[in-house]
């Protein structure tokens, strides 16, 4: 049974940085694209970066250039280093996996939820203005 836990969440002033972690467990890694969503209450779950097998990355308008997605195959984890953080970034994270990447190209990446198989519980993220 695949099973996501996000990591790293918390309070940060605006401008600062929090880098949050996602280990998979039940799965073959590697062999999985991975995301990054965010859903703000009553809102619809936005696509933060995704990541292929081979590491190519792509990420969403709000956060290109602040947000930077990163695999461990090893450790079967990913990572989203977020700097330059805005008011704005406040909510909850999600990590989530695909494993239908494994039949595309290695660079390919998912960018909508419905594309991913399995997520995370959720890590908050709260930026003080």
């Known amino acids: 049974q695949a099973q996501l836990v996000e990591s790293g969440g918390g309070l940060v002033q605006a401008g600062g940085s929090l880098r949050l972690s996602c280990a998979a467990s039940?799965?073959?890694?590697?062999?999985?694209?991975m995301g990054w969503f965010r859903q703000a209450p009553g809102k619809e779950r936005e696509f933060v970066a995704a990541i292929s097998r081979s590491g190519t990355t792509d990420y969403g308008d709000s956060v290109k250039g602040r947000f930077t997605m990163s695999r461990d195959n090893a450790k079967s984890t990913v990572y989203l280093q977020m700097s330059s953080l805005q008011f704005e970034d406040t909510t909850i994270y999600y990590c989530?996996?695909?494993?239908?990447?494994?039949?595309?190209?290695?660079?390919?990446?998912?960018?909508?939820?419905?594309?991913?198989?399995?997520w995370g519980q959720g890590t908050q993220v709260t930026v003080a203005p």
């Open positions: 989530a996996a695909d494993p239908d990447a494994y039949y595309f190209s290695e660079v390919y990446t998912a960018y909508r939820p419905d594309q991913y198989d399995y």
């Open positions: 039940g799965v073959t890694f590697s062999r999985y694209g």
